[in-house]
């Protein structure tokens, strides 16, 4: 039985929402997803007039839209976000209005409805380059980018601030991988695979940054323990959410064996991005035994699936697939007004 019933989700309709979502309705949870849709509402068609759930198009920035939205929630997920690093730096004002700025009103909204428990999904990218073999909650943030310094800066808010009698926690997630109805093929294993599913050439950026890997059923999991472990165990928490921490070398190899394509090739090219973690995931499981389950060749798996069932029209071309090319599509359209 969950403790909560009614669960919004704000960027509930991007990739990791479009997984979590349609876990949550099917578990017996009524879900609001409050999300601008950047990346198109077609996510829950199969959910389409589903009494559990409820899409509201809102964007989070809009303090006054996002607290009439909350009112009778008893549990919020904070995913709404400017998701990675080239997106975040196409129009930086854009970014640090939704990823930051907006954080204090969302943190007013919750306080405002009396929400029970609040989850933030911050990013393991907060430790910025470490050369210690397993990079734990505790050790120094040093993040690099400004998409992750101001995934800190929101983390440090909500330590700050608390939420009055709200319980809250915060995941710093490893980088997700594998098939969702909203897919991102920007994320590292994603791209590996669809590179070499289409071109037969793994295209490999540096190869010697350690990147810590998270499955998309994994992630949700990891939500849905968030969402209903005990209040005393998950309050003022903050968790390292990863499972296995590989090269991106490495990640290219497996993805090679996993495709059973000998004849990919694998490209080396050099790179300036020297983002290199590589997390310790044990607290969380210790402290309320969570563990990953499946691996990556799996979400390799699930993605070949997909593309040959033809689940992923155009993969390189549909800037759905790629936010950064979505964004610029909307920047075009004007349609991200900033607040
Ligand atoms: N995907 C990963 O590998 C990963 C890893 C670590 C942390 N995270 C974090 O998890 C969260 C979800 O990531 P994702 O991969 O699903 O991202 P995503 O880009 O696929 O989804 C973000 C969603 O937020 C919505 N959104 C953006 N700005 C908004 C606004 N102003 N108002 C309302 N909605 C808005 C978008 O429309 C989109 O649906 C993010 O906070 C991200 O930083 C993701």
């Given at each position: 039985?969950?403790?909560?019933?009614?669960?919004?989700?704000?960027?509930?309709?991007?990739?990791?929402?479009?997984?979590?979502?349609?876990?949550?309705?099917?578990?017996?949870?009524?879900?609001?997803?409050?999300?601008?849709?950047?990346?198109?509402?077609?996510?829950?068609?199969?959910?389409?007039?589903?009494?559990?759930?409820?899409?509201?198009?809102?964007?989070?920035?809009?303090?006054?839209?996002?607290?009439?939205?909350?009112?009778?929630?008893?549990?919020?997920?904070?995913?709404?976000?400017?998701?990675?690093?080239?997106?975040?730096?196409?129009?930086?004002?854009?970014?640090?209005?939704?990823?930051?700025?907006?954080?204090?009103?969302?943190?007013?909204?919750?306080?405002?409805?009396?929400?029970?428990?609040?989850?933030?999904?911050?990013?393991?990218?907060?430790?910025?380059?470490?050369?210690?073999?397993?990079?734990?909650?505790?050790?120094?943030?040093?993040?690099?980018?400004?998409?992750?310094?101001?995934?800190?800066?929101?983390?440090?808010?909500?330590?700050?601030?608390?939420?009055?009698?709200?319980?809250?926690?915060?995941?710093?997630?490893?980088?997700?991988?594998?098939?969702?109805?909203?897919?991102?093929?920007?994320?590292?294993?994603?791209?590996?695979?669809?590179?070499?599913?289409?071109?037969?050439?793994?295209?490999?950026?540096?190869?010697?940054?350690?990147?810590?890997?998270?499955h998309?059923?994994?992630?949700?999991?990891?939500?849905?323990?968030?969402?209903?472990?005990?209040?005393?165990?998950?309050?003022?928490?903050?968790?390292?959410?990863?499972y296995q921490?590989?090269?991106?070398?490495?990640?290219?190899?497996?993805?090679?064996?996993?495709?059973?394509?000998?004849?990919?090739?694998?490209?080396?090219?050099?790179?300036?991005?020297?983002?290199?973690?590589?997390?310790?995931?044990?607290?969380?499981?210790?402290?309320?035994?969570?563990?990953?389950?499946w691996t990556i060749e799996e979400a390799?798996?699930?993605?070949?699936?997909?593309?040959?069932?033809?689940?992923?029209?155009?993969?390189?071309?549909?800037?759905?697939?790629?936010?950064?090319?979505?964004?610029?599509?909307?920047?075009?359209?004007?349609?991200?007004?900033?607040?």
């Open positions: 039985m969950t403790p909560f019933s009614r669960v919004a989700v704000t960027g509930g309709a991007g990739y990791v929402g479009s997984a979590l979502v349609p876990a949550l309705v099917e578990a017996g949870y009524d879900v609001t997803v409050l999300d601008c849709f950047f990346y198109g509402d077609h996510v829950f068609d199969g959910l389409r007039g589903h009494p559990c759930l409820h899409p509201v198009r809102l964007d989070i920035r809009d303090e006054r839209a996002l607290t009439a939205a909350l009112q009778g929630m008893e549990a919020v997920v904070h995913l709404a976000c400017i998701s990675n690093d080239p997106s975040f730096e196409l129009d930086p004002r854009l970014g640090k209005s939704i990823n930051y700025d907006a954080f204090a009103g969302v943190l007013r909204a919750v306080r405002a409805n009396s929400v029970k428990r609040f989850i933030y999904a911050s990013s393991s990218s907060v430790y910025g380059v470490k050369d210690q073999p397993d990079v734990r909650e505790e050790d120094a943030c040093e993040p690099l980018t400004d998409y992750s310094r101001y995934k800190w800066l929101c983390e440090q808010q909500l330590r700050d601030e608390g939420l009055g009698s709200c319980e809250w926690v915060i995941l710093r997630p490893a980088t997700v991988c594998g098939w969702a109805p909203r897919l991102r093929l920007d994320l590292t294993v994603n791209l590996l695979t669809i590179h070499a599913l289409v071109n037969r050439v793994i295209t490999v950026f540096g190869g010697t940054q350690l990147r810590p890997n998270l998309i059923h994994d992630m949700v999991a990891a939500y849905r323990a968030m969402l209903e472990a005990p209040g005393d165990l998950v309050h003022g928490q903050t968790w390292n959410v990863g921490n590989r090269s991106v070398m490495e990640l290219a190899e497996l993805v090679r064996r996993q495709l059973g394509d000998p004849a990919a090739r694998i490209e080396v090219r050099p790179t300036d991005d020297v983002r290199s973690y590589h997390i310790n995931a044990d607290r969380i499981r210790q402290a309320v035994g969570f563990a990953p389950r390799v798996q699930g993605l070949c699936e997909a593309y040959r069932d033809g689940k992923i029209p155009n993969p390189l071309t549909d800037p759905r697939y790629h936010n950064l090319n979505m964004m610029q599509q909307l920047l075009q359209q004007e349609e991200l007004f900033v607040g």
